[in-house]
């Protein structure tokens, strides 16, 4: 079982319409959880990150994470084609980030 | 100022030869890693240094080894080349603060290696 796992997608949203990404991971003592956004050919770059249960909002985006069901995932709302890239979701283990394998998010005008 | 720089970018080279890229940040950060993300965009890390120091080393071949001269430089030199090897590079910083910095990482362009 991967650590950290991720639907490769790709996920196709018109736009406007929420984007919504999941995430698992597999150990139950994970603390810290990152979504990190990277468009083709650039590098990551960190979006949210979220330690408690419930819900955390920033603008548009919104991260979720429930650990008993030891799942994160982000809602993008009024979805852009800006917004097309792929989205990796990253947890903190015993003091080194792990990542999921990405889902790439297409957002059509 | 770019936060996190990367040297070269791209490298086109033949198997069993030897290469190195370089890595500076000027953010002020403690902590340096280097990550490989592979063709299918897994991104994984490889070594982890805090203050020169070397933190993490995950399961990586002996033909790589990392070398921080001080906290704002990470190089990584590679023996004996494989296909393999392949990959985009990716040399990224820690905030020292934060609730987790080891979460919150700023990556530097990344350097692509194609191995021939």
């Known amino acids: 079982q991967k650590e950290v796992e991720q639907n490769s997608g790709p996920l196709s949203v018109p736009e406007g319409a929420i984007a919504s990404l999941n995430c698992t991971y597999s150990d139950r003592g994970s603390q810290s959880f990152f979504w990190y956004r990277q468009y083709s050919g650039k590098s990551p770059e960190l979006i949210m990150s979220i330690y408690s249960n419930g819900d955390k909002e920033d603008g548009r985006f919104t991260a979720q994470l429930n650990k008993a069901s030891q799942y994160v995932s982000l809602l993008i709302r009024d979805s852009q084609p800006s917004d097309s890239a792929t989205y990796l979701c990253a947890v903190s283990n015993t003091g080194k980030l792990i990542f999921g394998q990405g889902t790439t998010l297409q957002v059509k005008p | 100022d770019t936060a996190v720089s990367q040297t070269p970018k791209y490298l086109v080279t033949q198997m069993g030869n030897d290469k190195s890229i370089k890595c500076e940040q000027n953010?002020?950060?403690?902590?340096m890693y280097w990550y490989k993300q592979d063709s299918k965009k897994f991104l994984k890390i490889m070594f982890s240094y805090n203050n020169k120091e070397l933190i993490i080393n995950e399961t990586v071949p002996n033909r790589f080894s990392p070398k921080s001269p001080d906290k704002a430089h990470l190089n990584l030199h590679i023996n004996s080349l494989e296909l393999g090897d392949s990959a985009v590079y990716f040399c990224?910083?820690?905030?020292?603060?934060?609730?987790?910095?080891?979460?919150?990482?700023?990556f530097g362009e990344g350097s692509r290696l194609t191995v021939l």
């Open positions: 990224a910083s820690s905030h020292p603060g934060g609730r987790d910095a080891t979460g919150e990482l700023f």
């Open positions: 953010l002020g950060h403690d902590t």
